[in-house]
């Protein structure tokens, strides 16, 4: 059991007080940690960059590290006008993990995940990671032990010949077992993809202020956000069972699509020739 959960900045949105984000984003994180105290990470996701900060610590020790204090100065000011040229967020995607499988002495296996241009967190166990990366060892490496970079490597191997919600839906249809994901690709970091199978994954929309909120559990947004009235009324995103969105902050859209259950044939023809 793990806990995803982000932040994504709508067009126009209305937070231009640091102090309120920094510190929503803290309690979020706080409130997530229940579910994993094995490490903690983020992906701050900008225009022109997306920079990871993970570690083998709970989440209350996380937001106490000097190198967290450093990296929400640099990537959590939602000024536009700064002198040093970093751009505000577009989303930050979080995870708390609760390890199963590649230990977390090695940071490699803590999450975000990152794949060249693929950068996710997951949810959930899976059961053939290890027959898939040998499937597809002529076409890409394994860079740690966790289950979870199977999920990533699929998806920026599928990427490069399908549109990305197709890639996803590709991947899954090869992976046995649980998840639920949070994701960005570099090429279009202003599209946070949101999906699952069983695995929980809640999404709120505060419309008032253009912020876009997810949690594995609708009780931890909750819990963060109850000190924050101003940011009025949120309103649901459903996503359920075999589903998952691409949402769109620049355009303050929803894209939804279908996440295939495992298909034991999937991904047979790899070893006649790679699919």
Request: a positive charge; glycine letters at 8%; proline letters at 3%.
């Amino acid at each position: 059991m793990c806990a995803i959960f982000g932040l994504g900045f709508m067009k126009n949105h209305r937070i231009k007080n640091d102090k309120l984000i920094r510190n929503f984003l803290r309690q979020l994180i706080v409130e997530n940690k229940i579910r994993g105290m094995d490490a903690t990470g983020l992906a701050y996701v900008s225009q022109s960059d997306i920079n990871v900060i993970k570690k083998n610590v709970p989440g209350n020790v996380f937001i106490n590290l000097r190198e967290y204090d450093a990296a929400e100065k640099r990537h959590m000011t939602m000024s536009e006008s700064r002198f040093d040229g970093i751009l505000p967020p577009i989303a930050v995607i979080g995870h708390s993990r609760y390890k199963t499988k590649g230990s977390e002495l090695n940071n490699v296996n803590n999450h975000p995940i990152v794949r060249n241009n693929v950068i996710g967190v997951h949810n959930g166990c899976l059961n053939n990671d290890d027959n898939l990366f040998n499937v597809y060892e002529k076409v890409f490496k394994r860079n740690g032990e966790v289950d979870s970079e199977i999920i990533f490597a699929l998806i920026e191997y599928f990427a490069g010949k399908l549109k990305i919600h197709d890639a996803i839906d590709k991947a899954t249809a090869a992976i046995s077992g649980s998840l639920a994901c949070a994701m960005v690709v570099r090429q279009q970091p202003h599209i946070v993809w949101l999906f699952r199978r069983q695995s929980p994954c809640d999404i709120i929309i505060y419309k008032r202020v253009g912020l876009l909120v997810w949690a594995s559990n609708f009780r931890t947004i909750e819990n963060a956000a109850i000190d924050y009235p101003d940011l009025g009324k949120g309103t649901r995103i459903d996503l359920i069972p075999n589903t998952g969105v691409g949402i769109d902050l620049h355009r303050n859209s929803v894209h939804k699509f279908g996440v295939s259950d495992y298909k034991q044939t999937a991904h047979l023809t790899a070893h006649n020739g790679i699919p």
